[in-house]
């Protein structure tokens, strides 16, 4: 199975756009790289998910190069209001009767200073 | 909008009692998750249903056992309650598999 590593932390300054680096050397063929943002006393929330090149959605980016054994989320021009911890996922998203698993990693907390 | 309640968020109990985690979600999905979380160790998968009455054990499912009658609601039953089992508590269903919606979770404190 895959496993993820991420850094524990990040800082940064408002207006700036942050990357944080996702390595998943094991990768599967099948596996699909999710990004979720979590807030303090809430739930995960989904950001972004991609297999393979480059996903942009209105908050995010997502790079995948080739070999698909890192993943780089990018958030661009960042506020206060993005300091939160980032969690890496790796694996095929559970469906009915799908024993693969989605490996999260330890997440990434974000400091976004003034 | 999705919308995934947990039954409290913020729970005491003592040690072996009987404890019940509810979750119920409103968008007809498939897919209901249990997980816990701690400081240090992120995420862990307790049980996972992919249909009522059908579950799969996750990555750390001793000491639990879950139940799921109707679609929408999915529970964690902790038969004996330890300490070790305090932590965070975090229910989240998806549509078969698509992103994970997550409750707002139930941090349980077992004394």
């Known amino acids: 199975l895959a496993k993820t590593t991420q850094p524990i932390s990040m800082d940064s300054y408002e207006g700036q756009e942050v990357n944080i680096t996702c390595s998943h050397n094991?990768?599967?063929?099948?596996?699909?790289i999710t990004w979720y943002q979590q807030f303090p006393s809430q739930g995960p929330r989904f950001i972004i998910q991609?297999?393979?090149?480059?996903v942009t959605n209105e908050v995010a980016s997502l790079f995948i190069p080739a070999d698909r054994k890192s993943s780089t989320l990018s958030l661009p021009r960042v506020s206060l209001s993005d300091t939160a911890v980032y969690y890496c996922?790796?694996?095929?998203?559970?469906?009915?009767?799908?024993?693969?698993?989605?490996?999260w990693g330890l997440g990434t907390s974000l400091a976004v200073n003034p | 909008d999705v919308k995934v309640t947990q039954s409290s968020r913020y729970l005491v109990k003592r040690t072996g009692e009987k404890v019940f985690l509810e979750c119920v979600q409103d968008?007809?999905?498939?897919?209901m998750f249990w997980y816990r979380q701690d400081p240090g160790l992120g995420l862990r998968l307790i049980y996972f249903?992919?249909?009522?009455?059908?579950?799969e054990k996750g990555d750390i499912p001793e000491g639990y056992s879950v139940s799921r009658e109707k679609k929408e609601r999915f529970s964690l039953i902790l038969e004996s309650a330890s300490t070790n089992q305090t932590s965070m508590y975090l229910c989240?269903?998806?549509?078969?598999?698509?992103?994970?919606?997550f409750g707002p979770g139930t941090r349980l404190t077992v004394l």
């Open positions: 968008m007809d999905h498939e897919n």
């Open positions: 996922l790796v694996g095929v998203p559970y469906n009915a009767g799908n024993n693969r698993k989605l490996i």
């Open positions: 989240a269903s998806s549509w078969r598999g698509d992103e994970q919606f």
């Open positions: 991609g297999y393979k090149t480059k």
């Open positions: 249903s992919y249909d009522v009455k059908m579950k």
């Open positions: 094991n990768i599967a063929t099948n596996d699909y």
